[in-house]
């Protein structure tokens, strides 16, 4: 399974490019064309181009944003993941004006190699993590993270 976390590796990589056009690139390198995602927050239709949308959001919100693979595992056509994603709110995100509060959110991702399919359970931690910001639970913020739906 070797080939999966590497193609897991390089999605990963590829989330925190922050030049648009070199994002684009990447993720359309590692992304098949019908991929879908179960974790974008409302008004984003799954896909390629939504995912590449919301990641333009969350570098502006949160420039310095790192995504640290914590585990990693494959089996078969799937791979399971833990991360561990930091960064500063320092740009407005889902409507939320800069706070400057530094945040961590433990993500937890099954992607299904070849489909390259991400299902993920990460945002019921935000509120939490940002409770200077006053982003109560259910926010758009949220469920940008994906508070407000099950993988």
Do not use: N, W
């Amino acid at each position: 399974m070797t080939d999966h976390k590497d193609l897991y590796r390089r999605y990963i990589d590829a989330l925190i490019i922050k030049d648009g056009e070199a994002l684009d690139r990447a993720l359309d390198q590692v992304l098949a064309v019908d991929f879908v995602a179960h974790d974008l927050p409302g008004g984003l239709v799954d896909g390629r181009g939504a995912l590449k949308a919301f990641r333009r959001q969350v570098h502006v919100g949160f420039p310095d944003q790192t995504l640290t693979i914590e585990d990693l595992s494959a089996e078969d056509v799937r791979v399971a993941a833990r991360l561990t994603a930091v960064g500063t709110h320092l740009g407005e995100f889902r409507g939320i004006p800069a706070t400057g509060l530094k945040i961590t959110v433990e993500i937890f991702d099954i992607i299904r190699a070849g489909r390259a399919v991400p299902a993920r359970q990460m945002g019921r931690r935000v509120a939490a993590a940002m409770p200077g910001a006053g982003v109560p639970p259910g926010h758009a913020a949220c469920s940008a993270l994906g508070g407000d739906r099950d993988a």
